[in-house]
């Protein structure tokens, strides 16, 4: 297992480590050795003076205080002395690069490799439209694009065909700025689909601000003086926004977000430096923004002033938007507790924004609860309550006043926990009453359509590798994406044969489309799953991946990558990066299955 400290987007890699050592002969590892360290010789450069401090940080606990010397805090500090220190270590990583002669070759391969068409499923809004991202090969950030009509767009199922012909570019972020440090942090339509509410994150900043546009207006050029100037906007600005979703209302008024007070450090909207401060952020709350009025006019919907660290999750139920589901955390843990409000199907949303009632469905902090979808009053959550590998649970929404919530909430199991070791990863509502289930078995994804009775139906099971599917309860169809090692996504779309009702019977699971990569191909490369003993006896997957031209006898050079920590472990990925040094230096690459808390304890 990993450090705890490392987040989920840090792993831990070993390059051009020799891969299983018992391989090698008594001398073959001598000579290793021997090489490595007159690499190191020569190698090893002049590493610039770092400042060691006297800083002494005190924290408080249950048995009184903690002092923890901080020597190196004056590296969190924007000033002249850590710019320096920046600057002198990027010198000496580009000098000691440059050493290299196979540093052009990498970069023209991997600039070869890189540049093949990928997009992503379609999604179909409420404009009538269907929408995807896409990416030419080589440019910064995906474009959003959309078909020119109502019908899905039908590409040749193994072409490079571009979207152009089938579709328009709706909003390509690569226009925000010249220098393409923004980007699309969320969106969200309108449940009318007649808006879209984005947020813009600069500088690679958590903090982003949100802005709405008509979806009769596509953002595809660079307005005059940058997109704080571009005319087809509405004048909506909803800033200090942080980890938060869009939850549009089913009136298509308005929507929830989570946001951070204001701070003079963050200047003015212009500026946008929400993020540059090292200090932490606290009493985040829910509130909601009318469409067409100023933020100061926002609707406080949640917050608690007792508990400034807790952070606020929203979201409504599909596809009437009724219940509001209100998600509280303290922390990293996955626990959380539950709160829910009734919206009625009557009256005007907003003015009931103000004063919810909020039925405290889970009110401590012993599992993590998932809302899934709604069938009337019953609602369908997954938790891991006395259940690690995750189960379904129902129970019926209260009625009346909360006040009047004697009795403790009735959870009934709905699916059990799989007694196989797989790990229900999520569960969404699709064409009305079904389910699409998704299981993490062996590092490897499974993809099940469920009844509304628990019936399990398993498509492609030979798959192995990684999937993702965003299926709707209000459609009866979805698409799932399927990656490997060595393929970067083949795209399929399943279909019920009639709506609303839940049986699988006479349904189609059909291709819609496939990546075509240029200079890596997919039968090039081996992939195989083999198992070893962790120190306490368990038994964990590695995936090794190799040239079909790569030797064999332990001389080849290899990557062993992975990572493992809350709850996660890593799955089969496609990378550019690690095929092209397998396939450049006829080398391996190995991802063992790192133990953080998931499937393997």
Wanted: hydrophobic share 35%; net charge negative; glycine share 8%.
């Amino acid at each position: 297992m990993l450090p705890t400290s490392l987040s989920r987007n840090h792993f831990l890699a070993y390059p051009f480590a020799r891969l299983g050592r018992q391989l090698q002969t008594p001398s073959q590892e001598n000579a290793t050795g021997s090489w490595l360290r007159s690499q190191k010789a020569q190698l090893s450069p002049p590493y610039p003076r770092t400042r060691r401090s006297d800083q002494v940080d005190t924290y408080q606990n249950k048995n009184g205080e903690v002092k923890v010397l901080d020597s190196y805090s004056w590296l969190e500090q924007d000033n002249q002395e850590r710019s320096s220190w920046l600057d002198e270590q990027a010198h000496l990583t580009q000098g000691f690069l440059e050493r290299f002669d196979h540093r052009e070759r990498i970069r023209s391969e991997l600039t070869k490799n890189w540049d093949f068409n990928r997009f992503s499923y379609p999604r179909l809004a409420k404009d009538g439209r269907w929408y995807w991202n896409y990416n030419s090969g080589l440019q910064a950030q995906y474009i959003l694009y959309r078909s020119k009509t109502s019908e899905l767009p039908k590409f040749e199922v193994d072409s490079e065909e571009g979207p152009e012909a089938q579709g328009e570019v709706f909003f390509n972020p690569n226009l925000l700025v010249e220098d393409g440090t923004a980007y699309l942090a969320t969106s969200a339509f309108s449940k009318d689909g007649k808006y879209l509410a984005y947020g813009i994150s600069l500088a690679g900043s958590d903090f982003f601000t949100i802005y709405l546009r008509e979806s009769s207006k596509p953002f595809n050029r660079r307005p005059e003086g940058g997109f704080l100037n571009d005319p087809d906007r509405l004048p909506d600005v909803i800033r200090f926004v942080k980890f938060s979703t869009i939850v549009w209302t089913h009136d298509s008024k308005g929507f929830f977000y989570q946001r951070f007070p204001e701070r003079a450090e963050h200047g003015s909207a212009a500026e946008d430096k929400a993020g540059t401060e090292t200090t932490s952020d606290e009493n985040a709350a829910i509130y909601y923004h009318v469409l067409g009025t100023g933020q100061s006019q926002d609707i406080l919907v949640y917050k608690d002033d007792q508990n400034p660290s807790w952070l606020f999750g929203i979201g409504t139920s599909e596809p009437d938007g009724r219940f509001i589901g209100l998600y509280i955390s303290k922390d990293t843990t996955h626990k959380n507790k539950l709160y829910m409000a009734d919206l009625g199907t009557d009256g005007d949303i907003t003015s009931k924004l103000g004063n919810l009632k909020w039925h405290k469905i889970v009110d401590n902090w012993d599992a993590e609860y998932s809302l899934v979808a709604n069938h009337e009053r019953k609602q369908f959550v997954i938790t891991d309550k006395d259940a690690p590998r995750k189960k379904v649970v129902t129970f019926d929404m209260p009625e009346g006043d909360p006040t009047e919530d004697l009795a403790p909430i009735e959870f009934k199991e709905f699916i059990p926990e799989d007694n196989n070791g797989g790990i229900l990863s999520s569960m969404s509502g699709v064409n009305g009453r079904a389910f699409v289930a998704q299981y993490s078995r062996n590092v490897c994804d499974e993809l099940h359509v469920v009844s509304s009775t628990g019936e399990f139906n398993r498509l492609d099971p030979n798959f192995v590798g990684t999937l993702s599917a965003a299926p709707k309860q209000e459609d009866d169809f979805f698409f799932a994406t399927f990656s490997e090692f060595n393929d970067p996504g083949v795209i399929k779309r399943f279909q019920f044969k009639e709506k609303d009702v839940d049986s699988v019977e006479g349904h189609s699971w059909t291709t819609w489309r496939r990546t075509r990569m240029k200079g890596l191909l997919a039968d090039e490369f081996n992939t195989k799953q083999v198992w070893y003993k962790s120190k306490d006896g368990v038994d964990v997957p590695m995936f090794i991946v190799w040239h079909k031209d790569t030797p064999l006898d332990g001389t080849a050079p290899a990557i062993q990558y992975g990572y493992g920590g809350f709850n996660y472990t890593m799955r089969p990925f496609f990378s550019v990066s690690f095929l092209t040094f397998v396939k450049a230096f006829k080398g391996v690459l190995a991802v063992p299955g790192i133990r953080g808390g998931a499937e393997k304890g």
